[in-house]
């Protein structure tokens, strides 16, 4: 929990001080392409050990060498999601709403924001059971990659990165 929320001030930190230099749009991008590919990684080493950990001797095994690195990634996606896609979308709030409705408009997407990532912490252990841990973190990938190709194309500034 301690590495978590340490991983997340100093992603915070990096998006206020990144985002004036790379910019909004590539941020994004950064944050979005890098959580996915965790997210997927963490899938594939969780597939590895859910089928092959009865394979003996050099496998990759929960007790391992190599069991550090599902929360090694698991902790990068915690830096790589607050260094762009957590904090942007608050940064964004202000130019897309109108003036006129920017109030009732910034806490309505906020309060969906949030219904959203309590609906995601509340059926987390109910997607595990139902895809299983690696079908799950494979979801969360295709979500984030998904979601970075719909961002392409409609947010605002240069088409390319």
């Not at 394979?55 to 690195?69: L, P, Q, R």
């Not at 904090?87 to 309060?111: D, F, H, N, Q, T």
């Given at each position: 929990?301690?590495?978590?929320?340490?991983?997340e001030?100093?992603?915070?930190?990096?998006?206020?001080?990144?985002?004036?230099?790379?910019?909004?749009?590539?941020?994004?991008?950064?944050?979005m392409?890098?959580?996915?590919?965790?997210?997927l990684?963490?899938?594939?080493?969780?597939?590895?050990?859910?089928?092959?950990e009865?394979?003996?001797?050099?496998?990759?095994?929960e007790?391992?060498?190599?069991?550090?690195?599902p929360?090694?990634?698991?902790?990068?996606?915690?830096?790589?999601?607050h260094?762009?896609?957590?904090?942007?979308?608050?940064?964004?709030?202000?130019?897309?709403?109108?003036?006129?409705?920017?109030?009732?408009?910034?806490?309505?997407?906020?309060g969906?924001?949030?219904v959203?990532?309590?609906?995601?912490?509340?059926?987390?252990?109910?997607?595990?059971?139902?895809?299983?841990?690696?079908?799950?973190?494979?979801?969360y990938?295709?979500?984030?990659?998904?979601?970075?190709?719909?961002?392409?194309f409609?947010?605002?500034?240069?088409?390319?990165?």
């Amino acid at each position: 929990t301690t590495l978590l929320g340490t991983l997340e001030f100093i992603g915070t930190l990096m998006c206020v001080i990144f985002v004036k230099f790379v910019g909004k749009r590539r941020l994004s991008f950064f944050s979005m392409i890098g959580c996915g590919i965790c997210f997927l990684s963490t899938a594939i080493y969780a597939y590895i050990i859910r089928n092959y950990e009865h394979v003996e001797v050099t496998t990759i095994t929960e007790s391992s060498e190599f069991s550090w690195i599902p929360l090694a990634l698991l902790l990068l996606s915690a830096l790589l999601s607050h260094s762009g896609i957590r904090l942007l979308p608050w940064m964004l709030i202000g130019e897309v709403y109108p003036a006129k409705i920017r109030g009732v408009s910034s806490g309505i997407s906020g309060g969906t924001g949030y219904v959203f990532g309590f609906l995601a912490n509340k059926l987390f252990l109910s997607m595990i059971s139902t895809f299983t841990l690696p079908g799950t973190f494979l979801l969360y990938s295709c979500v984030s990659f998904i979601g970075c190709i719909i961002l392409f194309f409609i947010l605002p500034g240069k088409f390319l990165f």
